[in-house]
């Protein structure tokens, strides 16, 4: 079964750089077979897709936070990170990490972890 | 970016009824490229349908996905204790991939 992990500071001060990795087991990132997403939740607000990375390095970000997102890979450890650089209020939210198929949909979650912004 | 909305937001029904729950978009999406999720609090969201229609792997056939074009709908056809959750659904036919709002399906 594949199962996917959050990790990461639970709070984060504004203006900075959230860090957050993801451990994947039951699954070999390397094989290349799928994507490999974060999304996140605001409290009270819909799923926002931020975006995903490829074994290879490759990604795709949503425009809307594209300014402020990268993403990497490490395959020997198989995990991928989401770093989101300038941080306000309005980043506080749920992320959870998921595999995406090659069509766009998401077969495996993470159960998420909560990061609030704040002084 | 295509807006989906869901309705109801919340639907109150009891064990053993019929759940439809429905996902309209702001245009058409391609290839009927519409996902169904659902989501306990603390747990990691479940794949239910993908393709509008097809059912994940597991996913019993009460429940059921229909639709195309710009609108679409999820059916749980008799409610297990086990389904009252948040639904939504995802389209993934024109990026940025976009969900819905969700569906909250309580207990009446």
């Known amino acids: 079964q594949v199962q996917l992990q959050e990790s990461g500071p639970g709070l984060v001060k504004p203006s900075q750089t959230l860090s957050l990795t993801c451990t994947v087991s039951g699954d070999s990132i390397r094989s290349g077979a799928f994507y490999w997403s974060w999304i996140r939740q605001p409290p009270g607000k819909g799923l926002e897709w931020i975006g995903y990375i490829y074994h290879s390095g490759s990604s795709d970000y949503n425009p809307s936070l594209k300014s402020r997102v990268s993403m990497s890979v490490d395959t020997s450890k198989n995990q991928f990170s989401l770093n989101l650089s300038s941080l306000t209020a309005a980043d506080t939210a749920v992320y959870f990490c998921?595999?995406?198929?090659?069509?766009?949909?998401?077969?495996?979650w993470g159960q998420g972890t909560l990061v609030t912004v704040s002084s | 970016e295509i807006v989906l909305t869901q309705s109801p937001a919340t639907l109150s029904l009891s064990p053993g009824e019929r759940a439809t729950l429905s996902c309209g978009a702001s245009?058409?999406?391609?290839?009927?490229?519409v996902a169904w999720y659902q989501h306990k609090p603390g747990l990691a969201p479940r794949l239910l349908i993908y393709d509008a229609s097809d059912r994940a792997t597991g996913i019993p056939d009460r429940f059921s996905g229909s639709g195309s074009g710009a609108d679409f709908s999820l059916t749980i056809s008799r409610l297990e204790p086990e389904d009252f959750a948040v639904y939504y659904c995802q389209q993934y036919g024109d990026s940025p991939w976009t969900f819905g709002q969700g569906t909250k399906v309580e207990v009446k």
């Open positions: 245009q058409n999406v391609r290839s009927s490229y």
């Open positions: 998921a595999r995406e198929t090659t069509t766009g949909h998401f077969d495996f």
